[in-house]
């Protein structure tokens, strides 16, 4: 398997501000990170790839610019929600897959989102 | 377009078995994973298949039919601690993993 953490756990936001959220890869580099969005009771929802060096991929009806992915590295890509909403309150979980196959994604913990 | 369709809610009781299915239209295939998701937690890999067939692990059992487009996971000697989502993917030609909507599994005493 592969070891991935997040941070923070869970943050508790004012609208109109940005949080920022920590992926890290503790035992491989990963070149591609994936970060999903989870709404109560639903399926995770794709949000972006992230490819280390290069812009993020967002799926469509992603906002990109509120939305901001960086991946700056082999161990780290970051997702910053910016000018939070309550709608944007949500579990935003990252994942990092292995480039030769299966390819099974493995999951960070997930970060919950909490916009007041 | 690319589709994963699998029962939204499963009921069973501890100690029985469950199957829980699930078919798929994608652009490809390249494998196929299920993965366990608790409440407010994160999913977890369970089981890959990729060729057509039965993989054991344990309690938990998962088969392919790559020609029918269709897998199912069995979970046997059920415990109230296997109540959880139960996520389907498929990786498509582009090594895309499409997801279903998950199967919730509800186990009563």
């Known amino acids: 398997g592969a070891v991935v953490s997040q941070h923070p756990s869970w943050v508790i936001c004012k609208s109109g501000t940005s949080v920022k959220i920590e992926c890290r890869s503790l035992?491989?580099?990963?070149?591609?990170m994936f970060w999903y969005r989870q709404f109560p009771k639903q399926s995770l929802m794709l949000m972006a790839t992230?490819?280390?060096?290069?812009?993020?991929?967002?799926e469509q009806g992603v906002e990109k610019d509120k939305f901001l992915i960086n991946h700056a590295s082999l161990t780290l890509s970051t997702l910053t929600v910016t000018s939070a909403h309550p709608e944007d309150s949500s579990f935003y979980i990252c994942?990092?897959?292995?480039?030769?196959?299966?390819?099974?994604?493995?999951f960070g913990p997930g970060t919950r989102l909490t916009v007041t | 377009g690319q589709n994963i369709d699998q029962p939204t809610e499963m009921t069973a009781t501890e100690g029985a078995i469950v199957q829980i299915n699930c078919t798929y239209q994608t652009s490809g295939f390249n494998g196929l994973f299920w993965y366990q998701q608790h409440a407010g937690e994160a999913p977890t890999f369970l089981s890959y298949?990729?060729l057509d067939g039965l993989e054991e692990k344990g309690r938990f059992s998962s088969f392919l039919s790559r020609s029918k487009g269709y897998s199912y996971l069995l979970l046997k000697e059920l415990q109230m601690k296997d109540s959880a989502s139960y996520l389907c993917a498929v990786t498509d030609s582009n090594y895309q993993l499409i997801w279903g909507a998950g199967t919730k599994l509800i186990i009563k005493p």
């Open positions: 298949n990729v």
């Open positions: 994942s990092v897959a292995r480039h030769e196959g299966p390819y099974e994604q493995y």
């Open positions: 992230s490819n280390e060096g290069s812009k993020a991929t967002y």
């Open positions: 035992d491989f580099q990963a070149t591609t």
